[in-house]
Nanobody, 115 residues
Framework: QVQLVESGGGLAQAGGSLRLSCQAS????????MGWYRQDPGKERELVAT???????IYATSARGRITISRDNAKNTVYQQMNSLKREDTDVYYC?????????WGQGAQVTVST
């Protein structure tokens, strides 16, 4: 089993920044992909960005330029730096760890951007 604990969400002003963190613990193997997804109530989760253990990244088109994903493999932690926040960034952000055969989700972190 793998546990994911997110932190860093909260209230921010438009134009500001937030950094989300997600630390994984448990039966973590070396090869995995960690990432962030967002979800509106009543809608499906959608990709924001993912990163492999060797640093390969994928970004949603809407995330490019303002969001940076990174990870510290020694700490089993993935980060999402969000800059130039917009009101439409308001959402619940979920951390995911995926590997061959299974995947795990965090509990979600609320990000609210005020104007």
């Amino acid at each position: 089993q793998v546990q994911l604990v997110e932190s860093g969400g909260g209230l921010a002003q438009a134009g500001g920044s937030l950094r989300l963190s997600c630390q994984a613990s448990g039966s973590i193997f070396s090869a995995n992909v960690m990432g962030w997804y967002r979800q509106d109530p009543g809608k499906e989760r959608e990709l924001v960005a993912t990163i492999t253990t060797v640093g390969g990244t994928i970004y949603a088109t809407s995330a490019r330029g303002r969001i940076t994903i990174s990870r510290d493999n020694a700490k089993n932690t993935v980060y999402q730096q969000m800059n130039s926040l917009k009101r439409e960034d308001t959402d619940v952000y979920y951390c995911k760890l995926g590997r061959t055969g299974d995947s795990y989700w965090g509990q979600g972190a609320q990000v609210t951007v005020s104007t």
